[in-house]
Nanobody, 126 residues
Framework: QGNLIESGGGLVQAGDSLELSCAAS????????TGWFRHPPGKEREFLGA?????????SDSVKGRFTISRDNDKNTYTVSLQMNSLKPEDTGVYYC??????????????????WGQGTQVTVSS
């Protein structure tokens, strides 16, 4: 089935930008949909956005206009990126990418995704 591996997390200040990457390893056919989720401390994990193989993107209202999802369909990595701008302390959390093998109707539904990365911590200080 392969793995998804997130990278790029770290500690930044409010107003800064940060780019996360999600690389697909050992996957011959990339996920049709790759989603990004965030798990803030003490809260439920939440959907941020997603991108399809054809590069169609979808965003939650909470990050629309600040976050941008893009992808590189290089057959060796199938990397999906999450560019985060104007970061706020409430953006703090563990960020996960997840893959779904086919089209899904509810992008925010975690159960639609069958492959998850291990997560990367993003901390935004005020």
């Amino acid at each position: 089935q392969g793995n998804l591996i997130e990278s790029g997390g770290g500690l930044v200040q409010a107003g800064d930008s940060l780019e996360l990457s999600c690389a697909a390893s050992g996957i011959s056919v990339p996920p049709y949909v790759t989603g990004w989720f965030r798990h803030p401390p003490g809260k439920e994990r939440e959907f941020l956005g997603a991108i399809t193989l054809s590069r169609q993107t979808f965003y939650s209202d909470s990050v629309k206009g600040r976050f941008t999802i893009s992808r590189d369909n290089d057959k060796n990595t199938y990397t999906v990126s999450l560019q985060m701008n104007s970061l706020k302390p409430e953006d703090t959390g563990v960020y996960y990418c997840a893959g779904a093998p086919g089209s899904i109707t509810r992008l925010e539904n975690e159960n639609e995704y069958n492959t998850w990365g291990q997560g990367t911590q993003v901390t935004v200080s005020s």
